[in-house]
């Protein structure tokens, strides 16, 4: 069993810097994948960007791209999404999430971590 822990989130300003952590504890950290995903109040939960195991295959919506780079230490067990430039959208509720393939869609992800909150004020 795996489990994922996020922490980094908070408060920022319009246009400020934060960076999310993902630590997997419990089991031996080697899924294929690993993404994060966000939900906003009353929104469905959508794909934010995803790595995989070499680190050299990523992927990113479209909203984030150029302002969001997700990497992972395989060593630490951990998964990171440095996030710049940020903007009020970008306020939502954060999952990381450990999955088999880089790929957008949730179904695809068989883990996933309890949330942190980003809130990005104007």
């Known amino acids: 069993q795996v489990q994922l822990v996020e922490s980094g989130g908070g408060l920022v300003q319009l246009g400020g810097s934060l960076r999310l952590s993902c630590t997997a504890a419990?089991?031996?950290?080697?899924?294929?994948?690993m993404g994060w995903f966000r939900q906003a109040p009353g929104k469905e939960r959508e794909f934010v960007a995803s790595?995989?195991?070499?680190?050299?295959?990523?992927l990113y919506a479209y909203s984030v791209k150029g302002r969001f780079a997700i990497s992972r230490d395989n060593a630490k067990n951990t998964m990171s999404l440095q996030m710049t430039s940020l903007k009020p959208e970008d306020t939502a509720v954060y999952y990381c999430?450990?999955?088999?393939?880089?790929?957008?869609?949730?179904?695809?992800?068989?883990?996933w971590g309890q949330g942190t909150q980003v809130t990005v004020s104007s």
């Open positions: 419990g089991h031996s950290f080697r899924s294929p994948a």
């Open positions: 999430a450990a999955g088999v393939a880089v790929v957008t869609s949730p179904t695809t992800y068989t883990y």
């Open positions: 790595i995989g195991w070499s680190d050299t295959s990523t």
